[in-house]
Nanobody
């Protein structure tokens, strides 16, 4: 069992930056692939970024490439999402997720989910 707790969301002006953090419980964090997903009001949850167990492989939604960076610190059981050049289209609840298997972009393949953290970008 893995429990995930996100933090770092908030209100930011367009063009600004935020860094989300997700802390995982358990001793097997380093064996899990981690992902960030988001859900805006009235839309389906979508993939944003993912990272494999070692941190050497990362994947991104096309619209966030070059602006967002996913990273992890296995010693701290934490995965991060650095978000730069934010726009109103990035407004959503951001969720951290984990799966004990190879990294994936597919939502249904993630077994564990956090409660989410709200990111609101104002113009």
């Amino acid at each position: 069992q893995v429990q995930l707790v996100e933090s770092g969301g908030g209100l930011v002006q367009a063009g600004g930056s935020l860094r989300l953090s997700c802390v995982a419980s358990g001793r097997t964090f380093s064996s899990y692939a981690m992902g960030w997903f988001r859900q805006a009001p009235g839309t389906e949850r979508e993939f944003v970024a993912a990272i494999n167990w070692s941190g050497r492989s990362t994947y991104y939604l096309d619209s966030v490439k070059g602006r967002f960076t996913i990273s992890r610190d296995n010693a701290k059981n934490t995965v991060y999402l650095q978000m730069n050049s934010l726009s109103r289209e990035d407004t959503a609840v951001y969720y951290c997720a984990a799966r004990p298997a190879p990294v994936s972009r597919i939502i249904n393949e993630y077994r564990y989910w956090g409660q989410g953290t709200q990111v609101t970008v104002s113009s």
